[in-house]
């Protein structure tokens, strides 16, 4: 885990150990349950690891901080932020059964007593959160207006409370059909992996906070 040390120095020895413990685990999930492709789990430390913690370049979450994961699948990006995040409480729901249930395995696992995970649709979730988290499960505009009600109206943290979206490619036809306040991240400018070339952190709020 050379690539962590170097871009997070601030990881503690405990940090490493679960993260180091990450990939062995989903590749033997990923042999009962398809969570990740045949072909990318050998890339999971920087396509799936990596990528999840560049919120954690965006953001430092105060301690208390509430984030809901939308359509987490194995637990990201919502895992690796747990872990680094461990004053943080972090809700992973899918609407997928067998993956709430793996994420329930690797949390127990890894002993994360902030992480807590569910069964259901987002449409049908109505508890509230400082922030909502997401790796491109469908276009922001769809997205936004489906977690639009889950977010809490008070800020405490140094970006305004709302969503951030992992999401790659072009997305400026998605950002203008949004009613919202946007500021995106390249993550290039975090990390030097060729995979990041064209992804992003996109924040998305509400401009009356």
Known sequence: M???????????????????FLFPIYKEWNQKINLISRKDIDNFNV???????????VINFKKGTKILDVG?????????????????HFHLVDSIGKKIGVVQDISDKLNLKNVSSEKIRIEDHNEKYNFIVSRAV??????????EKNILSKNQNSLKNGVLYLKGGDIDEEIQSLNSKVKIFEISNFFKEPYFETKKVVHIYKDKN
């Not at 990881?11 to 150990?17: P, V």
């Not at 699948?73 to 690796?80: L, V």
Request: overall charge negative.
């Open 2 to 20: 050379n690539f962590l040390s170097e871009y997070f120095p601030e990881l503690t020895e405990e940090q490493i150990e679960k993260f180091n």
């Open 138 to 147: 469908m276009r922001l505009p769809e997205f936004w207006s489906l977690v």
């Open 72 to 88: 987490t699948g194995g637990g990201f990006p919502g895992i690796p932020l747990a872990i680094f995040f461990p004053d943080c």
């Open 47 to 57: 396509n799936h690891l990596l990528h999840s913690l560049a919120i954690a370049k």
